[in-house]
């Protein structure tokens, strides 16, 4: 049974509310809430540390923003599984990594983490995140390298997973 334009809506909605809100949300309130059963204060606040954490959150957002419209502008799609871009992107932030929405939702919660000066959410809940993401992201890639086949091995090869190289290599 085809879903009506009104599901489509309707789920893409509650992904974004759990990726954007719920999965945060347990990520900083199981950090701040181990810190608390631990006994554990959170780290003392620096300007540095400030800094840093508003310019990984600037980066962050800038990525998220960047892809979400280079999946639209490049491949009439959204961020939705339901509403998937229509070609391979390759372009824009696609260059840089073949996941930078991703990226850049880690650089956001890292930046939150930061912020709140949670050891454990730093120590803990978020590489549990992070794995979470990695596993995610891996099964995104096989369902990606069945629909665009030889094209998608190649732009595998070419583009790095998440993390942007420093310097580009030659093709």
């Given at each position: 049974?085809?879903?009506?334009?009104?599901?489509?809506?309707?789920?893409?909605?509650?992904?974004?509310?759990?990726?954007?809100?719920?999965?945060?949300?347990?990520?900083?309130?199981?950090?701040?809430?181990?810190?608390?059963?631990?006994?554990?204060?959170?780290?003392?606040?620096?300007?540095?540390?400030?800094?840093?954490?508003?310019?990984?959150?600037?980066?962050?957002?800038?990525?998220?923003?960047?892809?979400?419209?280079?999946?639209?502008?490049?491949?009439?799609?959204?961020?939705?599984?339901?509403?998937?871009?229509?070609?391979?992107?390759m372009e824009g932030s696609y260059r840089l990594c073949r996941h930078?929405?991703?990226?850049?939702?880690?650089?956001?919660?890292?930046?939150?983490?930061?912020?709140?000066?949670?050891?454990?959410?730093?120590?803990?809940?978020?590489?549990?995140?992070?794995?979470?993401?990695?596993?995610?992201?891996?099964?995104?890639?096989?369902?990606?390298?069945?629909?665009?086949?030889?094209?998608?091995?190649?732009?595998?090869?070419?583009?790095?997973?998440?993390?942007?190289?420093?310097?580009?290599?030659?093709?």
């Amino acid at each position: 049974m085809p879903l009506f334009h009104n599901d489509i809506w309707r789920q893409q909605i509650g992904a974004t509310l759990l990726y954007w809100g719920l999965l945060p949300s347990l990520v900083l309130g199981l950090g701040l809430g181990l810190d608390r059963l631990l006994g554990l204060q959170p780290q003392p606040n620096a300007p540095w540390l400030i800094t840093i954490s508003l310019v990984l959150l600037a980066a962050g957002l800038t990525l998220v923003c960047w892809s979400t419209s280079d999946l639209h502008r490049f491949g009439a799609g959204t961020p939705s599984p339901l509403r998937p871009a229509k070609r391979l992107i390759m372009e824009g932030s696609y260059r840089l990594c073949r996941h930078p929405m991703f990226l850049g939702y880690d650089l956001m919660l890292l930046a939150a983490i930061l912020l709140l000066r949670s050891t454990t959410a730093l120590m803990v809940s978020y590489p549990l995140f992070l794995i979470w993401s990695l596993l995610l992201l891996r099964k995104e890639e096989r369902i990606l390298a069945l629909r665009f086949k030889e094209e998608y091995r190649r732009y595998q090869h070419e583009v790095p997973f998440l993390l942007p190289r420093l310097r580009r290599t030659k093709p």
